[in-house]
Nanobody, 121 residues
Framework: QVQLVESGGGLVEPGGSLRLSCAASGSILRVNYMAWYRQAPGKQRELVAKITRGGSINYADSVKGRFTISRENTKNTVFLQMNSLKPEDTAVYYC???????????????WGKGTLVTVSS
């Protein structure tokens, strides 16, 4: 069974930092890209950051200069370092990956269950 498992969420004060991790496991043939999305209460899910297999990275304008996405290819793991957190960063953060797997060799989107990040004093 192919799955993405996030960790690292929690409660942090404004200006603080958190590091999210997402590990992909299962019958994975190739990871094309990995990304982080977030969904705040009452809002649509939005892309936070994305990193491709080739190393290309893009960020949402709202997190540029504060968040850093990175990956460890050998372990099919992606990280999101979040610094200078603001209350408006409060959301459920979801890991997303486009992967070729044994059940889906041409590649499909997979999603984690999400991890809650709360920025509050």
């Amino acid at each position: 069974q192919v799955q993405l498992v996030e960790s690292g969420g929690g409660l942090v004060e404004p200006g603080g930092s958190l590091r999210l991790s997402c590990a992909a496991s299962g019958s994975i043939l190739r990871v094309n890209y990995m990304a982080w999305y977030r969904q705040a209460p009452g809002k649509q899910r939005e892309l936070v950051a994305k990193i491709t297999r080739g190393g290309s990275i893009n960020y949402a304008d709202s997190v540029k200069g504060r968040f850093t996405i990175s990956r460890e290819n050998t372990k099919n793991t992606v990280f999101l370092q979040m610094n200078s957190l603001k209350p408006e960063d409060t959301a459920v953060y979801y890991c997303n990956a486009d992967m070729a797997t044994v059940p889906a060799p041409y590649g499909i989107d997979y999603w984690g269950k999400g991890t809650l990040v709360t920025v509050s004093s």
